[in-house]
């Protein structure tokens, strides 16, 4: 299916664009880059992203854009369940077209595949982990076991490759969680997710592919995108 997507996400971000199309090949995407300092994240800073994000959400074009994804996890999960609705309904109210959020598609996804236990990867620190883990533990999902790559700054988040990825989901995956789950959108995940999956014998989701494999569902009452 092509997709006229509006993708909102940090002004950081370099990975969620290129990986959302090629998890929906033919579509298009129109890119809002939501600014915001060198830290990462934090409960502080979510007040002030947020507002920025509804005000530069004014500038889609409702002729072409077909949904719009709100594109940073942390931005989501900081909030709780509650607030990521809320977001989720003032970003349609502004844009006149259905909106999905990352944290949001990350809960719907791992609903579907019936995950109610997994294993985390995150790059986050502390503070921003146990919001991650309450979010999800808000939707009826337990996390077995997270580890975290603690990156401090944007430039060490955007440094982390796929090869430490990889050894990461190694280390945190246990015979008992039902899926893995990597979690933050910046994260490089597209190419390693198979192999991954071949390897635990369980399914491997990140950020963007929930993403996609919402912003499909969404749009056309189901989804095509290989789960």
Same mark, same amino acid.
């Given at each position: 299916?092509?997709?006229?997507?509006? &993708?909102?996400?940090?002004? *950081? *971000?370099?990975?969620?664009?290129?990986?959302?199309? $090629? @998890?929906?090949?033919?579509?298009?995407?129109?890119? &809002?880059?939501?600014?915001?300092?060198?830290?990462?994240?934090?409960?502080?800073?979510? +007040?002030?992203? #947020?507002?920025?994000?509804?005000?530069?959400?004014? $500038?889609?074009?409702?002729?072409?854009?077909?949904?719009?994804?709100?594109?940073?996890?942390?931005?989501?999960?900081?909030?709780?369940?509650?607030?990521?609705?809320?977001?989720?309904?003032?970003?349609?109210?502004?844009?006149?077209?259905?909106?999905?959020?990352?944290?949001?598609?990350?809960?719907?996804?791992?609903?579907?595949?019936?995950?109610?236990?997994?294993? #985390? /990867?995150?790059?986050?620190?502390?503070?921003?982990?146990?919001?991650?883990?309450?979010?999800? %533990?808000?939707?009826?999902?337990?996390?077995?076991?997270?580890?975290?790559? *603690?990156?401090?700054?944007?430039? %060490?988040?955007?440094?982390?490759? +796929?090869?430490?990825?990889?050894?990461?989901?190694?280390?945190?995956?246990? +015979?008992?969680?039902?899926? &893995?789950?990597?979690?933050?959108?910046?994260? +490089?995940?597209?190419?390693?997710?198979?192999?991954?999956?071949?390897?635990?014998?369980?399914? /491997? @989701?990140?950020?963007?592919k929930a993403t996609a @494999? *919402?912003?499909?569902?969404? &749009?056309?009452?189901?989804?095509?995108?290989? #789960?």
């Amino acid at each position: 299916m092509t997709v006229k997507l509006g &993708l909102m996400v940090p002004a *950081n *971000n370099t990975t969620m664009e290129p990986e959302l199309l $090629d @998890w929906l090949p033919g579509s298009q995407c129109r890119t &809002l880059r939501i600014p915001r300092g060198k830290g990462l994240l934090g409960p502080a800073e979510i +007040p002030a992203y #947020v507002a920025q994000a509804l005000e530069l959400a004014r $500038d889609y074009d409702p002729a072409q854009t077909d949904i719009v994804a709100y594109g940073c996890t942390a931005a989501g999960f900081i909030g709780g369940p509650v607030r990521d609705a809320e977001i989720q309904q003032k970003l349609a109210a502004i844009t006149g077209k259905p909106v999905v959020t990352t944290a949001g598609a990350m809960i719907e996804a791992l609903r579907h595949i019936g995950a109610r236990r997994i294993a #985390v /990867v995150t790059p986050y620190l502390d503070l921003v982990n146990e919001r991650l883990r309450a979010y999800l %533990e808000q939707s009826g999902i337990t996390v077995l076991q997270l580890a975290s790559f *603690n990156a401090e700054t944007t430039d %060490e988040l955007g440094a982390i490759t +796929p090869e430490q990825i990889t050894a990461l989901a190694r280390e945190t995956m246990t +015979p008992d969680a039902d899926a &893995l789950f990597i979690a933050c959108s910046q994260l +490089p995940t597209r190419d390693i997710m198979p192999r991954l999956e071949r390897e635990f014998g369980k399914p /491997v @989701w990140s950020s963007i592919k929930a993403t996609a @494999w *919402n912003a499909e569902r969404v &749009l056309t009452g189901k989804a095509a995108l290989a #789960v």
